[in-house]
């Protein structure tokens, strides 16, 4: 998921002890985050789900994540127009995209905190 060179170059001036807290806060987020973002789609919460998705989307944007950042910009886009078809299914892709950006950043982690 995570283009390795290019996580290299965004990173570059970034000491390694930094670049392992960034994506230890990450991982550490992520349930509460896609907790918020399930519960903007089942509540059909539209405000929430705008401002939640778009934060996401900044978010693994970070980490050159194209995917989840992709994902997260249509649900911010539904959220704005509050078109509810198709939502619950859009949250499980971004759902699933997300975890595979944690394993891909649990590897990157080690990497650096060798």
């Given at each position: 998921?995570?283009?390795?060179?290019?996580?290299?170059?965004?990173?570059?001036y970034?000491?390694?002890?930094?670049?392992v807290?960034?994506?230890?806060?990450?991982?550490?987020?992520l349930?509460?985050?896609?907790?918020?973002?399930?519960?903007?789609?089942?509540?059909k919460?539209?405000?929430?789900?705008?401002?939640?998705?778009?934060?996401?989307?900044?978010?693994?944007?970070?980490?050159?994540a194209?995917?989840?950042?992709?994902i997260?910009?249509?649900?911010?886009?539904?959220?704005?127009?509050?078109?509810?078809?198709?939502?619950?299914?859009l949250?499980?892709?971004?759902?699933?995209?997300?975890?595979?950006l944690?394993?891909?950043?649990?590897?990157?982690?080690t990497?650096?905190?060798?």
């Amino acid at each position: 998921m995570i283009d390795r060179a290019k996580f290299r170059e965004q990173f570059k001036y970034y000491d390694n002890e930094l670049i392992v807290e960034v994506i230890d806060v990450f991982i550490n987020e992520l349930p509460k985050r896609l907790s918020d973002l399930q519960s903007d789609v089942e509540n059909k919460d539209f405000g929430r789900l705008m401002q939640n998705a778009h934060s996401f989307k900044g978010l693994v944007g970070t980490f050159l994540a194209t995917e989840p950042y992709e994902i997260s910009g249509v649900l911010e886009e539904m959220a704005k127009k509050q078109e509810e078809s198709g939502l619950p299914g859009l949250f499980s892709r971004l759902h699933s995209a997300s975890q595979d950006l944690a394993k891909d950043l649990l590897e990157i982690r080690t990497e650096y905190s060798a």
